[in-house]
């Protein structure tokens, strides 16, 4: 394959993995490239990086589709350097899984130079040990014969990098080890290694099944960006990846609606400060000053099913509406399964959201009787306990999958309430594809308050931009 | 400017900014493409110290605009100076009195250089020497000035109705840090190459903080970083960036700490913790024990 061919076809995986790489964009990336040394493969990723990933969001996935497409090495890769500086051959490849042995003499040194790599942090040697041992570790039989096909599980299971935690941490605390903080420091210090590892791992994985397979099935298989990611499948390392992007992306919202507040809403002539202004310009009143509005805030009342199916993404949502709480002059909170409670004494200004929605799903009486979602006892009980909550200048959301086990629906409540709100909103955590599936009455409620998809960040971004409270 | 990227990590280094393969190359690309390098990341990791780097190492003068809500064209390219144009007239107005001809000299007399006020774009378009131009905190400014600092950057000129188009005669060296607060335009993004710098590895920021506060033990320099990373894999509402921990590091050196245990890090944990919610948080999840009174 050509060079250029090369170049076209990666730039058209990232767009195809979700990345907007436009034509100006991709013949920079050419310059780019040729301006740095192509023997130098992080230069050129660094210079593609420049010029193509505008988004931090999108790193990780390019990343991924680099290796595929420019990998670091091909094959088993020359004699693998030890930090010693000795050097070993590597491993031939076992295409058929040997018997595991605890005493393998492979296995013996890999977990040794794990060891010393987990306590002296030697990136050169983190590869190199990766390397090793998927060559070692890694192989399946595949579909078809005579070509393995790789996995991580397998090489993370024989390597058993966890079962080298107590000796490492014995070995690094030295001689204070009753100290708690730098424990736990030191714990959290071998863990980022040890992810680091399996990130290594992984990816030498992937670099093979992309030689045999060729890089566009890596791409495609690839996890999306994390805007993309929906709650509700979500890995623990995206998990906590998502936590992290929900309080930016809420200073970025708030941010937008105070800029939108004040453009083009600018109050009465503020005569005195406009005539004083123009004396330093003769008199004339070249720059006129406004006095600032008074910004109208809303009420805003959250209706939020926690029952099990929709909490991950209840969660995040509601994550995102109390970091966008001064934009509301108050915020409520009701949470319900089949039972409504409120909850907005948990998100008291200051407290922890984290904490609070573990809090709220253990001590929150949100169940009566059977635990599972019924949406129109919900609404009653809401209207009967907390019909004050709802007034003209309330915009109100409700938060769930509207899959209320075959039960009443409520419909005349919930009308009623979105009649009396100023504006009502529909959060569905469901593929719209599912909606009216099954036990869903998701078009019979839409009819009554419009309803939108919100799965990702992308979509919860989007929804929160267009809305108008 | 710089002949390669390992010559821009090398000259870099040398005014005690290091950089990492991905920063270099990118500045590297900024120079010999002549294209602007759009720089975010969170806070405190060193964007507007990057420029401040690459003007001293090139021996560029380094001029800043610092954004901020309101920030007009006026301020941001140039204005005419009202007062002295207005002196002007009087004086003439007193010398010739009011006829037409002496009129038609004085609005020649008063849109000329003299009145001229640049500002820190007109200013870095029009020096002749080396030029780095810092746009700092470019989110902050409102959808127009982008739209201005569109034009400006793609053809590096900027028109005055009444002097005519001022063009670069030498392409500033631009630098635009954002924090992402708002979502820059795709037209801005486009234009400009694209650098994210985040947290340092624990191997570098170890480094940098060894290079920025002199008089430090290795050992102790490897322990804060340490500290600041496990700090950094918490939920908080403020991580610690590598300017706390170069803080960080001055503090202990002025306590004459020559050792990080727990005591001493409950202590001056204040130095990388600004939010009280963070400071519950650090002592519940890794266990520091309370400060005595």
Redesign the interface.
């Given at each position: 394959m050509g060079l250029i061919e090369h170049h076209t076809t990666f730039l058209a995986a990232l767009r195809e993995a979700g990345l907007?790489v436009?034509v100006?964009?991709g013949l920079?990336a050419v310059?780019?490239v040729r301006?740095?040394?192509l023997a130098?493969r992080?230069?050129v990723?660094?210079?593609y990086?420049?010029?193509v990933?505008?988004r931090?969001v999108h790193?990780p996935v390019f990343d991924t589709i680099f290796d595929a497409y420019f990998p670091a090495l091909r094959g088993l890769g020359e004699a693998v350097r030890r930090s010693d500086g000795s050097s070993a051959e590597p491993e031939p490849v076992r295409a058929v899984p040997a018997p595991w042995q605890v005493d393998d003499p492979v296995r013996l040194r890999l977990r040794e130079e794990l060891r010393d790599y987990l306590a002296s942090?030697d990136?050169r040697l983190a590869a190199s040990i990766a390397r090793d041992a998927v060559s070692a570790f890694g192989a399946m039989a595949g579909p078809v014969a005579g070509q393995p096909s790789w996995s991580r599980l397998s090489v993370l299971s024989r390597l058993s990098p966890q079962t080298l935690l107590a000796g490492l941490l014995a070995q690094l605390l030295g001689g204070?080890p009753d100290?708690?903080?730098?424990?736990?420091?030191?714990r959290?210090?071998i863990d980022?290694r040890m992810q680091r590892f399996e990130h290594l791992v992984d990816a030498d994985v992937r670099r093979r099944i992309a030689e045999q397979r060729g890089p566009d099935h890596v791409a495609r298989s690839a996890r999306p960006s994390i805007d993309r990611v929906s709650f509700g499948s979500a890995t623990a390392a995206e998990l906590?990846a998502l936590?992290?992007e929900v309080?930016?992306l809420a200073?970025?919202l708030a941010?937008?609606l105070a800029?939108e507040q004040r453009?083009g809403r600018r109050g009465q002539l503020d005569f005195r400060r406009t005539i004083r202004g123009s004396l330093?310009?003769?008199g004339v009143p070249?720059t006129t000053v406004h006095r600032p509005r008074r910004p109208a805030k809303a009420d805003l009342v959250i209706l939020v099913d926690v029952s099990e199916s929709v909490l991950a993404s209840a969660r995040f949502t509601l994550m995102l509406v109390h970091a966008l709480r001064e934009q509301f002059s108050r915020v409520r909170t009701f949470a319900f399964v089949d039972e409504v409670d409120e909850v907005t004494r948990y998100f008291a200004p200051?407290?922890?959201v984290?904490d609070a929605v573990a809090r709220l799903t253990e001590q929150a009486r949100v169940t009566w009787l059977l635990g599972r979602s019924d949406y129109g006892r919900a609404l009653h009980r809401f209207e009967q306990n907390y019909a004050d909550a709802v007034g003209h200048r309330t915009s109100l959301l409700i938060l769930g999958d509207a899959r209320s086990n075959y039960g009443d629906l409520a419909l005349p409540v919930l009308t009623r309430l979105a009649d009396r709100a100023h504006a009502a909103h529909w959060l569905n955590p469901e593929r719209r594809t599912a909606w009216d599936t099954g036990d869903s009455a998701a078009s019979r409620y839409d009819a009554v308050v419009p309803m939108v998809e919100c799965r990702n960040l992308a979509q919860l971004a989007d929804f929160v931009k267009d809305l108008r409270l | 400017m710089f002949s390669s990227p390992d010559d821009v990590a090398a000259q870099l280094g040398a005014v005690g900014y290091l950089a990492d393969t991905a920063t270099a190359t990118t500045v590297f690309l900024a120079a010999a493409l002549e294209r602007p390098v759009l720089v975010e990341g969170p806070a405190g990791v060193g964007k507007t110290e990057l420029a401040k780097a690459v003007a001293q190492a090139s021996g560029a003068e380094l001029i800043r605009l610092q954004c901020y809500e309101g920030l007009d064209e006026a301020r941001a390219l140039y204005e005419w100076n009202y007062r002295k144009q207005l002196l002007r007239i009087q004086a003439s107005a007193a010398d010739a009195g009011a006829d037409g001809v002496s009129w038609e000299r004085t609005h020649e007399d008063i849109f000329t250089e003299e009145f001229l006020l640049t500002r820190p774009l007109l200013s870095a378009i029009r020096r002749d020497g080396p030029t780095v131009l810092l746009i700092d905190e470019a989110d902050k400014t409102d959808i127009e000035v982008e739209a201005l600092l569109l034009e400006v950057l793609s053809d590096f000129q900027v028109t005055i109705p009444e002097l005519g188009t001022v063009a670069a005669t030498r392409r500033p060296f631009v630098v635009v840090t954002s924090n992402a607060t708002r979502e820059l335009s795709e037209a801005l993004k486009r234009r400009c190459l694209y650098l994210h710098i985040g947290y340092p590895t624990p191997r570098r920021e170890r480094d940098i903080v060894l290079a920025r506060v002199p008089g430090i033990a290795a050992q102790l320099a490897e322990q804060l970083v340490r500290t600041a990373a496990a700090l950094r894999g918490l939920e908080l509402k403020k991580a610690p960036s590598v300017a706390e921990s170069i803080d960080w590091a001055r503090t202990l050196i002025a306590l004459g700490a020559d050792d990080l245990d727990d005591a001493m890090t409950a202590r001056t944990l204040g130095v990388v913790l600004k939010h009280v919610s963070d400071h519950e948080r650090a002592v519940k999840e890794l266990g520091l024990p309370a400060l005595p009174d």
């Open positions: 907007a436009s100006a964009e920079d310059t780019a301006a740095v040394s130098e992080e230069q990723r660094a210079a990086a420049a010029t990933v505008k931090e790193r942090g990136e204070r100290e708690e903080f730098s424990g736990r420091v030191v959290s210090m980022a906590a936590r992290r309080a930016p200073r970025r941010a937008r800029v453009a330093s310009t003769g070249l200051g407290t922890d984290t | -």
